[in-house]
């Protein structure tokens, strides 16, 4: 993983103000281990693995990283990621459901843990978004199933009936303190009576409902009643005498004393590969908290518009994204975009694409879409949209090596368009309606080719895979993306103004029209206040690399070269864009100075196009407040820039670092003395 950029730093003088690296002492000393490794290798033949009497592949594969959470299974939940044995499967009630028969309340609540259980591990592998560090689904062979699971709502809310009389009762008699002779008591103290009955009611009241509009009530029922479970804390540990040792946020327990009935041993050598141990349980509170931000994210999925236009979709499932939703919420997600291989098991494919296309309504049921390649376009639509629900490392190695599809399908379109009509450049004739649907999406998976490549260079912001030293490739190479994305969205959308006014049937242009016409439209200049800021960084850093020595020092493990190639390599067997290659970086970037960054400030530009663009995105509150966000980049970054141009090497105390305070992907540059 990259270094943390907020802390590299790099001075004017050219001497590095903090250590890159572990130093050599008197006992220690740094030695080239390449020749051995590569002796190694050679002695190596295929299919052969190192092995030793206490090393071997086993061995490794069962190895726990120190700090790191996602490999210590000692701190985590099922939903966080680890065996369904060792976690929820740990309560001896639910390994022995028929003991708990004789308890109706007892054996209620469990069989509706066992059921949510195997729902969730039906919607996880549905989906099919789980990976290794997201959710065991494997099972090993417990009792996930059983006779008459599918009535245990049923039988749940005969039990809350029960317990809402009692605590009726508890409030008619409270004088008493007596309940009615048919109502068994929930424990021995009358005047706890109706605390318990409460504590156990808000942990009962889960529904399962019908259509969007019903989940979102229930949600917020769900909600309320974890609000009451937090509060019944206070009650629960004043039913205790002896006080509880050690913080109670911590406890897996509302009261603080260990649980009846769990054992975080049970099973333990049910979580193959890594070793038998124990796993120390979510607190309590860290639960509530959990299933809050779970239920927070199914509403914000159940108030989506189910809205057929594509565009829209894909921003709202980025945006989505951006909350950093359990896989849980993820695959309820990908369920509702993908049913039956349908858009929300409603629109076909091939109606969504001709949409976003801009392709008139009455094409959507052309009889080209049975023709091989629209069905494997339609395929590569459906298959992003699963992607895009996946956790930001996955979807990210997904979207790299989707890109190859996606370039394929687009030669293969082309070609097919060829042989049909020849030349695109020789075709005139807008009347033949197969020669427009083949334009239209051409130009439409070109766009989208673009879009998936951009999502995938700024991916590696979020999972921070890039070094200080490589942002200027990173940032050179998002604006040779950024400029074609711009320009087949701009080719895009005068497509589809040009279908809407045939639609309209319009006569004459007027004056105001033709001006119009001739603005660009907001979304290409959104695309270039991105495009001003990815080539000012570029620039800056390219002219502190070429003056400071230090800023840019040679790798001891890898050349520019090979970390260009490392970075790039899906986008480069792609093509993504044409004639891109690390030579023609270079010669971008080699004679880039702090003189001729003074003689042109991209951030300005940047700075000018945000407070322009502003007016037109009134109405859409995300990309007014992504439009914010780059306009504080852009003003920092130009004053910035203007500091350097100004003092460069005549100031050798100038301290100069970056850091993501304002945007996740655009660097705001921090200029400092030391």
Known sequence: MADKPVYEEASIDGQPSKLASIPASDTTVWADASPLLQAACAGLRDGE????????????????????????????????GHSLAQTVFSCIYLLRLDRTAPHALLHSYCRIIRATCKAVVSVVSDARTHEEEDLFTMTYGLPLNGDGDDKCLSILNAVEETISRQLRACKATSSKRRLPEDLEPLQSNPNL?????????????????????????????????????????????SCFDESCEGDIDDKTTASGFEPIGFDAMLNSRLSAPTPPRAIKILSWKKGVEYFVKLLHDLDVICSYSLDPHLESLLRFVVQFQKSQPDLVARSHLQLLLVQDGKLYGRDPFFAVINKAAALPEATKNHDIQKN???????????????????????????????????????????????????????SSNDENTCMKIFQHILLWVEEQTFWIAFRFLILGFELELYSTGEYCMVYWYLYAV?????????LMMAVSHDTAKRKGKKKKDSPKDLARESRIPPAVLFLQCYICLAEGLTMMLAALRNEIPVFHGPSPFNTEHEKFVQHFELLQ?????????????????????FSTLAMYNYFKDAQR??????????????????????????????????????????????????????????????????
Not at 376 to 382: S, Y
Not at 653 to 660: I, P, Q, R
Request: glycine share 4%; hydrophobic share 40%.
């Open 609 to 674: 196009i945000a407070k322009e663009v502003k007016s037109s995105f009134s109405n859409d509150p995300e990309r007014l407040a992504e439009l914010r966000k780059l306009e504080q980049v852009a003003e920092h970054n130009s004053v910035a820039q203007n500091v350097i141009c100004r003092l460069g090497a005549l100031d050798p105390s100038l301290k100069v670092s970056f850091e993501f305070s304002h945007h996740p992907f655009f660097a705001t540059v921090v200029v400092k003395r030391s």
């Open 573 to 593: 067997r792609a093509c993504i864009p044409d004639h891109v290659s690390y030579l023609s970086y270079k010669e971008s970037t080699t004679h880039a100075r």
């Open 193 to 237: 009576e109706e605390g318990f009955c409460k504590a156990l009611l808000c942990r009962l009241r889960f529904r399962k409902g019908r259509g969007l509009e019903s989940a979102r009530k229930h949600i917020a029922s769900c909600l309320t009643e974890l609000e009451s479970i937090l509060k019944s804390a206070d009650f629960l540990r």
């Open 49 to 80: 693995l190192i092995h030793g009497d206490n090393f071997n592949l086993f061995a490794a594969m069962s190895a726990l990283e120190i700090m790191d959470p996602k490999m210590d299974s000692g701190i985590a939940a099922w939903h966080k």
């Open 372 to 426: 091989e390649s629209f069905l494997q376009l339609g395929m590569l639509v459906m298959n992003l949209l699963k992607i895009l629900c996946t956790n930001a490392a996955w979807q990210r190695r997904k979207l790299g090596k989707f890109l190859q599809d996606w370039r394929v399908i687009y030669v293969q379109l082309e070609l097919a368009f060829r042989n049909e009509y020849g030349e695109v450049s020789s």
């Open 482 to 490: 950024l400029i074609k994305l711009a320009e087949k969205t701009h």
